[in-house]
């Protein structure tokens, strides 16, 4: 029924700040930068008077993966608080990325001021075997996580 998975979408409070954090810190690639109103603008998102900024995004190394959609809602402006979702909640949690060198990463993002859950922790999956990951929030709250394969 369903075909590949089109992209993964954050709203952002404030865009210029979230492609700072994505592709500045992050190091994401940006693929495309749009911005859309009108009538099946407000149908779509049950919003009136809607206009939305969305900006893609890439890492280099998942050319062919699905990109990751930044949503800001310029018109009405969003909640800018940070809402530190819970993982404990239904819907979704996090985004992942691999990484090559997850200590590597912590420290240098770290050093750049990215407020992480703690230092990166190592797991033994079932099946899968050892995996170093660990958590980290977007200026919005939004939840992100690093992961390595041993």
């Known amino acids: 029924m369903l075909g590949a998975m089109a992209h993964t979408g954050i709203t952002?409070?404030?865009?210029?700040?979230a492609l700072h954090f994505y592709r500045d810190l992050l190091g994401l690639k940006m693929l495309g930068d749009i911005t859309i109103a009108g009538e099946e603008v407000?149908?779509?998102?049950?919003?009136?008077?809607?206009?939305?900024?969305?900006?893609?995004?890439?890492?280099?190394?998942?050319?062919?993966?699905?990109?990751?959609?930044?949503?800001?809602?310029?018109e009405p402006r969003g909640d800018s608080g940070k809402p530190y979702a819970r993982l404990t909640n239904p819907g979704i949690t996090e985004v992942a990325f691999w990484v090559k060198d997850i200590e590597k990463t912590y420290a240098e993002l770290r050093a750049r001021?990215?407020?992480?859950?703690?230092?990166?922790?190592?797991?033994?999956?079932?099946?899968?075997?050892?995996?170093?990951?660990?958590?980290f929030w977007d200026p919005d709250g939004t939840t992100l996580e690093l992961l390595q394969n041993l």
């Open 12 to 17: 952002v409070s404030d865009m210029e700040r």
């Open 42 to 74: 407000d149908t779509i998102t049950r919003v009136k008077k809607a206009k939305l900024r969305a900006v893609y995004l890439r890492s280099e190394e998942d050319a062919k993966g699905p990109p990751l959609e930044l949503l800001q809602f310029v």
């Open 113 to 135: 001021g990215v407020e992480f859950y703690s230092a990166p922790q190592l797991f033994e999956l079932e099946g899968h075997g050892k995996v170093k990951a660990v958590y």
